[in-house]
Antibody, heavy 121, light 111 residues
Framework: EVQVVESGGGLVQPGGSLRLSCAAS????????MHWVRQATGKGLEWVSA???????YYPGSVKGRFTISRENAKNSLFLHMNSLRAGDTAVYYC???????????????WGKGTTVTVSS | QSVLTQPPSVSGAPGQRVTISCTGSSSNIGAGYDVHWYQQLPGTAPKLLIY???NRPSGVPDRFSGSKSGTSASLAISGLQAEDEADYYC???????????FGGGTKLTVL
């Protein structure tokens, strides 16, 4: 079964750091782009970061310089390192599979159940 | 303020047809980037509903259809069922922002 499972969420103080993990299974992880998408309670989806199969990374302005996405293909794992966390970063963080290398596809076809990050003192 | 604009809510009676619009600009939908749609049932993760403007993944009923024209796209749901009550999001890519963008989401209520 193709799936991704997030972990690592929790309560962190403003200014603190946290590392999220995403374990992938059922597909050739190294052949796919991967994303992090977040959703604050009662709000919409917000794309947080992406990493390509060659390791290229992308971020929106809201997290650039604070968040770092990385992948370890040998362990079928995706990570999100979050620094200088703010109350506005409080959300459920989803790991999502992007397009297969060479496909040009920019959708997200496999989603995890999410992990909750709460930034509060 | 989302880059892609969707109506906050739509509603329809069982059996009816509803459409949800997604309006972008010349740097995303109008630039030729595909539009994708996601369904988020209450308390669950988003699920890919339509990809590449009008394609359905395996298992998605043909009651769901998508289209794109110019700087806008639409999701149509025909033969509304109670289980279609959910939030729906459009998504594309924006060349000016160099990133993926979502619409603000539309809550579908089945009356």
């Amino acid at each position: 079964e193709v799936q991704v499972v997030e972990s690592g969420g929790g309560l962190v103080q403003p200014g603190g750091s946290l590392r999220l993990s995403c374990a992938a299974s059922g597909f050739t992880f190294s052949s796919y782009d991967m994303h992090w998408v977040r959703q604050a309670t009662g709000k919409g989806l917000e794309w947080v970061s992406a990493i390509g199969t060659a390791g290229e990374t992308y971020y929106p302005g809201s997290v650039k310089g604070r968040f770092t996405i990385s992948r370890e293909n040998a362990k079928n794992s995706l990570f999100l390192h979050m620094n200088s966390l703010r109350a506005g970063d409080t959300a459920v963080y989803y790991c999502a599979r992007g397009g297969e290398a060479g496909s040009g596809s920019l959708d997200m076809d496999v989603w995890g159940k999410g992990t909750t990050v709460t930034v509060s003192s | 303020q989302s880059v892609l604009t969707q109506p906050p809510s739509v509603s329809g009676a069982p059996g009816q047809r509803v459409t949800i619009s997604c309006t972008g600009s010349s740097s995303n939908i109008g630039a030729g980037y595909d539009v994708h749609w996601y369904q988020q049932l209450p308390g669950t993760a988003p699920k890919l509903l339509i990809y590449g403007n009008s394609n359905r993944p395996s298992g998605v009923p043909d009651r769901f259809s998508g289209s794109k024209s110019g700087t806008s796209a639409s999701l149509a749901i025909s033969g509304l069922q109670a289980e279609d009550e959910a939030d729906y999001y459009c998504q594309s890519y924006d060349s000016s922002l160099t990133g993926w963008v979502f619409g603000g989401g539309t809550k579908l209520t089945v009356l």
